[in-house]
């Protein structure tokens, strides 16, 4: 099999020049649209880094899932890079908005010099943002937008743009599917980046008039394998026929085509983000048998919190910083291009392997 990391340069540079052409045709659609990053190919946080001594803390919203442990060992892996951050601060709120508020409050009351923070909780965490960017932290929230002003509530947001992976979902699934019954699954209730990944795949799909959204608003997962594989089920029984999915996880989708097994039925069309190491692993076994299902994933996302790393230690040294606040994750499996993903049996089922750790990191983070 061909790893993603191992092709030529010139499919690197297709996969940039996609992410390219797609953000370009939306441009239009929106005033407030700046053209993302491509997460493959990211800045260096050395000359960022500064010289004053930083303690430096990670506040996520829910640390469970494997993404999330992969997201925090990138974060300490990228300021392992500045002498001068004295020590990395992880807490973890378990999904409850409450903890993530003591949380933050908690790392003011330390005195902590910078705080990157998961947006898992959208605007409701304005409040406890801005106040801690009142107390003299620099604050600097990731991976959905949120509302508030820049400079006042938070540094900056540093975000992944939904508006090109809604597009390119769509586009795949209109090459691979033509035409049929399709739908998004998103996360849980008024997750924020669900919706705004439903919003833009909806846009896509009206470009393509043989796609049928039969679904007007996400199905809620909870980013759960156990909620998704019932929702999928409940989905099958209700619309008889359905030819692709799109969906903002990885576990998610592995979920939805165990659905589709158990019911007897071809697995559609899977167009996903954040593909985990057993869905790679299923798609790869699948192809060498000659039964494989179409599928493309956007990958690469637990980089996002290198970005805000740097954005905020910028900020926190007072040095310049030119890279783009709204980044996109690149085509890691594509079916139709015969991109295959990596798949690795020796890290556990739900592993990212997309990421910029080294393979003794992961070893080491799953052991």
Known sequence: MTSFFGVSGLVRDAATRTLLLASTLLAGATSA????????????????????????????????????????????????????????????????????????????SQKVDVIVSFTHFGDASLPVIRNATKAGVTVVPFFAKISGTQGKDYVDVVYQDPVPNGMMWADFLAKTVKSGNVFFMGGPPGATSSQRFMDAFKEGVKKHPGLKLVEDNYVVTNWNPADAQKAITALIAKHGKIDGIASDYGLTTNAAIKAFEQAGLPIPAQATLASSNELNCKYLEYKKAGKAWQYFSLDGTTTLVRAAARRAMAAYSGTPYTEPLSWSPYPYADSSTNTDPRCDASFPPDADLSGKLTNAALTELFK
């Open 33 to 108: 649209f700046a053209l993302p990053g491509n997460l493959a190919k990211q800045g260096d946080i050395a000359p960022l880094c500064g010289t004053k001594p930083a303690v430096v803390a990670l506040v996520d919203g829910f640390g469970g899932a494997a993404w999330f442990k992969t997201t925090a060992q990138e974060f300490r892996d990228e300021l392992s890079k500045c002498k001068n951050v004295t020590k990395v601060l992880y807490l973890n709120a378990n999904g409850s908005q409450q903890k993530y508020n003591s949380d933050f409050n908690s790392l003011v």
